[in-house]
């Protein structure tokens, strides 16, 4: 399913990890431009145990 998830922030960007995990066509989009391209280049903004591994593995 394609999916798209507004703000990646502490609830945004884990639920589209989670569910990208899990099969998920998934797009992330924030207001925040710079957050966007910071989190392209692999930057994760936050701290969750495994959603480095999680938004590395499904970026791709």
């Not at 609830?11 to 992330?28: I, N, P, T």
């Amino acid at each position: 399913m394609n999916l798209t998830v507004f703000g990646i922030g502490y609830v945004g960007l884990v639920q589209a990890a989670v569910l990208a995990e899990v099969g998920h066509d998934v797009v992330c989009v924030d207001v925040d431009a710079a957050k966007v391209e910071r989190l392209n280049q692999g930057f994760i903004p936050i701290f969750e145990p495994g959603l480095e591994a999680l938004v590395r593995e499904n970026h791709a």
